[in-house]
């Protein structure tokens, strides 16, 4: 493999503007995306009292009344000791990975077939899967209920399952169908040779895409696990998920804010580790560079 | 080990109608015999091959191993060994895995397997990469393992499909030497593609020369240099490539002579006992650049021309003449004086010549 320094000629004034402005941009991100969620968990720890203790505009010197205040965890007790918030973070977690795993069994199966077959009408067939993707989601949304009411579907974790299923599939279709391009087929052909049949000489590629599923598996998980629109409309009652179910914290007469930071940290944190663990893999595999003989 | 039979085998890609990768072929390989496809790009060499292993379908026609038809069987049934043009190694697997991979899918016991994958290795001289894998290999390297892949058991057929076009000169002239060896050695029908002539003829029993899907000619090496079938094999087999010069076939006393352009070409008697016999009177001669001299010296039957392009080719120099508008090619010695542009004589061979008809391209003489 080449390897991948990257090779600077020239030092024009322009460069060494970028190097300067480079951190300093870095840094702006790093705060814009890191404070909310700082802010977050702090204000999912403090008493309602002193979560509005806010100093007045333009009061730097008021910053540190944001830390001045006893922690406590009684929001998080609450919330899964009335609000049943142990049942929706299992709802969130079945759903998102049932849905994960469904689009992807099925996903890798259809992309295979793609991008190792010709037929005729391939490529409107194509157009037509990632075309799902494009219509505005919301406009599906009534005659799907109508369906999934019709089916019994509605509120319960199949239904989610399904519901997920269908922005997951046609993408899991489109990419994995990339990995699967990525493969040259002469090394099926070369299993066939050695003594496999077709379907050994597709496990036998297996393992060349593997990085890449798996990763996708975790976008996939993504996807679901944020998902609010369908997790409402199809999964309200009995399949409600974090994020409806936070949704449902704000009360016309009564918004706990405190409450509501604590289910975005529930709904925050798992996320966190699983990012981090599949972090090599999804740059590794989203650019599938590695497979190349 | 067997022998291949190929009997009016046909392949389409796509629709019927269009035109055939492979138009009616008809070939057999003896048990044993290493035959050559040559051919170049996109002829149908790949496509015959690929019939022949089982990866492609056959369109129409049947293909047979020691008499049975393999039409419909699946490559492993076919119990053959391909090597791929661009290797085709399994690039998470070790080299030991990648060879040891044929073996393992014939449940080969472990012991055996070791011992197998070590002579092939060993024989290839790739026994100390074996824990490497394939993007830590050189091309050459990559070919060995691609090779040991095939010769770790003893198919029924070896497919070669242009396994060492990607190598560079030196490493090629001695992978020629090396696979022509080890398929004496271990004596399995093989079938090689190439698009080289020099690979063909220097390793083949026979080779079959493919144009635009259909087989031109199929014999030993030796006739298909010095007898070939028509006049785009007379051509392409042969480096520096063979004149052609259009000729009319006159009568001349009792015998005949060429006519070209004007200037006489006398033949030798068998040669005008030949075309006397034959009905056509346009053709096309051709002359290897071994049988053509290009020189000061006037002879009866020479005929004038001007030095278009002169090429060192090592211990020797093709010189090429322009005579009106045809060129003639001739190997001259290293101290050829004249010059381009220079005003020179050709005198051409009167036995060695080949004859083709101007109007279908067949050979005549
Ligand atoms: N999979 C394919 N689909 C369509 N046409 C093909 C395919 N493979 C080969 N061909 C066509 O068939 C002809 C012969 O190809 P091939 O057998 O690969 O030639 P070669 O190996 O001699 O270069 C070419 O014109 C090529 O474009
Ligand atoms: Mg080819």
Known sequence: MASREIIRYDNSPLLRLAKILTPIFLAVYLVWTLLPLFIMVMASMKDLL???????????????????FTPTLKHYYVLFAENNFGVYLFNSLVASLGSALVAVTLGSMAAYSLARMEFRGKKDLLFWIIST??????????????????LDLVGTLPGLILAFTTFNLPFAIWILKGFFENVPYAIEEAAQVDGCTRFQAFLTIVPLVAPGVGAFLVLCILFAWNDFLFATIIGSGGAKTLPAATKELVQPQNIDWGKIMAAGVITTAPMIPLGLLVRKYLVAGLTMGAVRE | MVDVKIENVYKYYGSIDGVAAVHDLNMDIKNG????????????????????????????????????????????????????????????KTVFDNVANPL???????????ERVKRATQLLEIDHLLDRRPQELSGG?????????????????????????HLDAKLRARMRSELKRLQV????????????QLEALSMADRVAVMHEGILQQYDTPQAIYEKPANAWVA???????????????????????????????????????????????????????????????????????????????????????????TMIRARVNTDFSLQLGDKCSVSLSKEDLNVFSADTGVAIY
Not at chain 2, 34 to 55: D, E, N, Q, Y
Not at chain 2, 61 to 76: D, H, M, Q, R
Not at chain 2, 104 to 114: M, Q, R
Not at chain 2, 188 to 193: E, N
Request: with cysteine.
């Open chain 1, 50 to 68: 002193d979560a509005f203790d806010t100093p007045d505009a333009g009061d730097w010197g008021g910053v540190a009344m944001f830390f001045d």
């Open chain 2, 235 to 325: 051509t392409f087999v042969g480096e520096p490539q063979m004149s052609l010069i259009e000729c009319v076939i006159r009568q001349k006393g009792s015998g005949v002579v060429l006519d070209f352009e004007g200037h006489e070409i006398a033949v030798g008697a068998k040669v005008g006992k030949v075309l006397a016999a034959s009905k056509e009177r346009e053709v096309l001669a051709g002359f290897r650049p071994n049988h053509v001299a290009i020189n000061t010296r006037k002879t009866a039957g020479s005929i004038p021309g001007i030095i278009y392009a002169r090429q060192l080719l090592g211990g020797e120099i093709l010189a090429e003449a322009q005579v009106n508008n």
């Open chain 2, 141 to 165: 390297q990559k070919q060995r393992v691609a090779i040991g892949r095939a010769i770790v058991r003893q198919p029924q057929v070896f497919l070669f499909d242009e396994p060492i076009a």
């Open chain 2, 185 to 196: 050695d271990l004596g399995v029908t093989s079938l090689y593609v190439t698009h080289d």
């Open chain 1, 133 to 150: 993707r494009m219509a505005p989601m919301v406009a599906v949304t009534v005659p799907l209920y109508a369906i999934f009411r019709s």
């Open chain 2, 104 to 114: 393992k899918l014939a449940k080969v016991s472990s012991p055996e397997i070791t």
């Open chain 2, 33 to 92: 015999e290493f035959v050559a496809i040559l051919g170049p790009s996109g002829c149908g060499k790949s496509s015959t091959m690929r019939m022949i292993s089982g990866l492609e379908h056959i369109s129409a026609g049947t293909i047979s191993f020691g008499g049975n038809i393999v039409n419909n069987l699946a490559p492993k049934d076919r119990d053959i060994a391909m090597v791929f043009e661009n290797y085709a190694l399994y690039p998470h």
